[in-house]
């Protein structure tokens, strides 16, 4: 079965610093891969995905995310963070039948 | 473009007291539909999903059901609400075809 690890439960960093939020996954055969972002109160909202084809994936926001096969890893980067980043981030792999299996996720802290 | 309710938005119930929280999506046919749980501090735990009307498929057994009345409508009840049944419910959808999974805004529930 997949899994994901988040490495990271919390990553504090001040305004207009770059953060880094790692992810790594259990190896398959295929791999879809994904980073949500919560807010607090709120429901997840898509960032970005990895289906296939380029290794660094742009999403919203600003963030961006790298395969790594060989490391089995989809870390999501900002080079640049605001305030407003302050939420919940989860990665997560796509699972068969239809299921996606969410890492535990990452505290996101900006502080001015 | 689809669009995805939940209500009610925050509960609060005594222990022993059903629950019918109810989901609903706009703009799309025969989703894919799930419920997930988020206890304070912790990741998605998936409860329960459906890949069409009356198949229900339960991750982890509890006092919690779920039905697929219509296409595009899914209810998690509980016949007597526990204290451990606290928590952030969350719904989501996805396209048969496709990996990612689009979430509601989420029902808060507070048992006491």
């Not at chain 1, 640049?80 to 890492?103: M, P, R, W």
């Not at chain 2, 990741?43 to 069409?52: A, D, I, M, W």
């Not at chain 2, 998690?76 to 979430?103: I, M, N, P, T, V």
């Amino acid at each position: 079965a997949q899994s994901v690890t988040q490495l990271d439960s919390q990553v504090p960093v001040f305004e207009e610093a770059p953060v880094e939020l790692r992810c790594n996954y259990s190896s398959s055969v295929s791999v879809y891969l994904f980073w949500y972002v919560q807010y607090p109160n709120q429901g997840l909202q898509l960032l970005l995905k990895y289906l296939s084809g380029s290794t660094l994936v742009k999403g919203i926001n600003g963030f961006e995310a790298e395969f790594n096969k060989s490391q089995t890893s989809f870390h999501l980067r900002k080079p640049s963070v605001h305030i407003s980043d302050t939420a919940e981030y989860f990665c997560a792999v796509y699972n068969q039948g239809g299921k996606l299996i969410f890492g535990q996720g990452t505290e996101l802290s900006v502080k001015p | 473009s689809q669009t995805i309710h939940q209500w009610p938005a925050t509960l609060v119930q005594p222990v022993g007291s059903p629950l019918s929280l109810e989901c609903t999506v706009e703009g799309t046919s025969n989703p894919n539909l799930y419920w997930y749980r988020q206890a304070a501090g912790r990741g998605l735990q998936l409860l329960f999903y459906s890949v069409g009307i009356g198949q229900i498929s339960s991750e982890v057994p509890q006092n919690l059901s779920a039905s697929r009345p219509q296409d595009r409508q899914f209810i998690l009840s509980s016949k007597k609400l526990l204290l451990s049944d606290s928590g952030f419910y969350l719904c989501a959808w996805s396209r048969g075809e496709h990996y990612e999974q689009y979430f509601g805004p989420g029902t808060r529930l507070t048992v006491t």
